[in-house]
């Protein structure tokens, strides 16, 4: 069983930054794919980035493409998400999730690919 936790949400004005860290229990395998999806409110989970096991791969939806840096510490059972020039848009319930599948790209970005989820990290993007 994976415990993932998410920390570093806010609140922050546009244009900001925030970097968010998900931690996983000592038992997640380093093998494991990990993601980052969002959801904002009325609207469906959608992938932010995603990341290999070895981090030598990542995923970047287009929308925070340029913006986003997805992490990750293996040693230290932790993944981040570097975020720049905020915009309102990217206000969302933030999640982290991890899955043992070994993904290609596209495959990465989808949300039922993941068996293990955190509870979610709240990020407000003020105008």
């Known amino acids: 069983q994976v415990q993932l936790v998410e920390s570093g949400g806010g609140l922050v004005q546009a244009g900001g930054s925030l970097r968010l860290s998900c931690a996983a229990t000592?038992?997640?395998?380093?093998?494991?794919?990990m993601g980052w999806f969002r959801q904002a409110p009325g609207k469906e989970r959608e992938v932010v980035a995603t990341i290999h096991w070895s981090g030598a791969a990542t995923y970047y939806a287009d929308s925070v493409r340029g913006r986003f840096t997805i992490s990750r510490d293996n040693p230290e059972n932790r993944m981040y998400l570097q975020m720049t020039s905020l915009k309102p848009e990217d206000t969302a319930v933030y999640y982290c999730?991890?899955?043992?599948?070994?993904?290609?790209?596209?495959?990465?970005?989808?949300?039922?690919?993941?068996?293990?989820w955190g509870q979610g990290t709240q990020v407000i993007v003020s105008s």
């Open positions: 000592a038992r997640t395998r380093r093998s494991y794919g």
């Open positions: 999730a991890a899955t043992p599948r070994t993904l290609g790209s596209d495959n990465s970005a989808m949300s039922y690919n993941y068996d293990y």
